[in-house]
């Protein structure tokens, strides 16, 4: 069996793999040694590890993933099963490389846009030769939020709730109405631009504002649907690389 690690800027995610099915996910905001060993202690099966991070981690857990399975840490000089285009691939940030093998995984073979939408929002882009180019990086719900407190004098900070009036009727509600419409209208935007180019793009969403987007947007609602969702993408997509590694 193989464990999948994904340390981001909010949470920790950890996934359980055989034969290329999620069978189990926790998470965590705080990932210790110690919480990985108990973890374990209920996974015995697992032989295979990979581990992705975005931010600075306790090196101890490396150290003990290292002495206790079969570990990969991925980096920019990891293998993986399509093409990095990237010129820059050792800024690339391990999310975004795992989000675009994992949509490249259930659209082998055609072009494919991957939506992150987390602490940031991440577009990431892989064609239909397996050859990922790039893609874009903005910020996310709560960080514009922040951004409006922060940046004026008066304006409150706010926190995320579901919101699509266009017009608001106080301050409150326009900021809300600019924040959330804003990053409708953004991404759907973004997704245009990409089908002026390529035509038959499929688009994948995924992160932490999933939710948030599949009630804004055409997903998966019939068979001429070119926009789905996956939670666990990056999950898939680092079990890829691993499997990838594997043989």
Sequence with gaps: MNAVIDIGNTL???????????????????LSVETLKKYFSK?????NVILSSVIEHDKNIIEYLKSEFRFIELTHKTKIPIENLYQSPE???????????????LFRNQNVLSIDAGTCIKYDFVNFKNQYLGGGISPGI??????????TDKLPLLNYRYFDKLIG????????????N?????????????EEQY?????????????????????????????????????????????????
């Design 182 to 194: 804003g990053v409708v209208e953004e991404v759907k935007g973004i997704i245009a631009r990409y």
């Design 142 to 151: 709560e960080m514009r939020f922040k951004a409006l407190n922060q940046f």
């Design 199 to 247: 035509p038959d793009i499929k688009v994948v969403f995924t992160g932490g504002y999933l939710k948030f987007f599949e009630k804004n947007f055409n997903i998966g609602s019939n068979e001429k649907s070119n926009i789905f969702a996956d939670s666990f993408l990056v999950l898939k997509g680092l079990n890829q690389i691993l499997e990838f590694n594997a043989k």
């Design 43 to 47: 996974h015995s099966s697992v032989k």
């Design 169 to 180: 009727e106080n301050s409150e509600e326009s900021i809300l109405s600019g924040v959330m």
């Design 12 to 30: 920790t995610k950890i996934g359980i793999f055989q034969s290329g099915e999620l069978k189990d996910f926790s998470a965590y905001e705080i």
């Design 91 to 105: 800024t690339l940030g391990k999310d975004r490389l795992a989000s675009a093998v994992g949509a490249n995984s």
